[in-house]
């Protein structure tokens, strides 16, 4: 009996309580980015394969970008890749990334900008990965 009293309380407690929202803050917008990042992601290319890339990934802080990575697409492998995009952060740290390939990306940045995760959009890829600042 005490064990159901205690399981009907903590249901109680737990559902009258508001909902925190998730309320990360990136006043810098564009420039919460910023300096060199390793950047690591791996998934797959339906069609096509396996991908793992890994390299640097340098972010200006005003909305531009230059990626120069190392690829493995369905074990071969792609070296000295670079490509250049552009990007926006929100007040929210959520941000958009499209680089020069065609390919374009979703991300979350800490609000320190000290790393991000990060999703690609393009139908037909399942990929994701995370990079974290190495200088600024």
Same mark, same amino acid.
């Given at each position: ?9 903590? *249901? ?23 300096? *060199? ?20 990934? +340098? ?5 531009? +970008?230059?990626?120069?990575?190392? *690829? ?41 900008? +000290? ?7 393009? *139908? ?13």
């Amino acid at each position: 009996m005490r064990k159901l009293f205690a399981s009907l309380a903590l *249901a109680i407690i737990t559902f009258a309580l508001p909902p925190r929202a998730f309320s990360a803050q990136c006043p810098l917008g564009n420039a919460t980015l910023h300096g *060199a990042y390793v950047v690591f992601g791996t998934g797959t290319i339906v069609g096509v394969g396996p991908v793992t890339v890994v390299g640097v990934h +340098t972010w200006d802080g005003q909305g531009n +970008t230059v990626a120069t990575y190392t *690829a493995s697409v369905n074990g071969n492998v792609f070296p000295g890749i670079t490509v250049t995009g552009t990007y926006s952060v929100n007040p929210d740290c959520t941000g958009s990334n499209a680089e020069s390939d065609g390919s374009h990306y979703n991300f979350v940045v800490l609000p320190n900008g +000290t790393s991000a995760t990060w999703i690609r959009t393009d *139908a037909g890829t399942v990929v994701s990965g995370t990079e974290t600042r190495l200088s600024r």
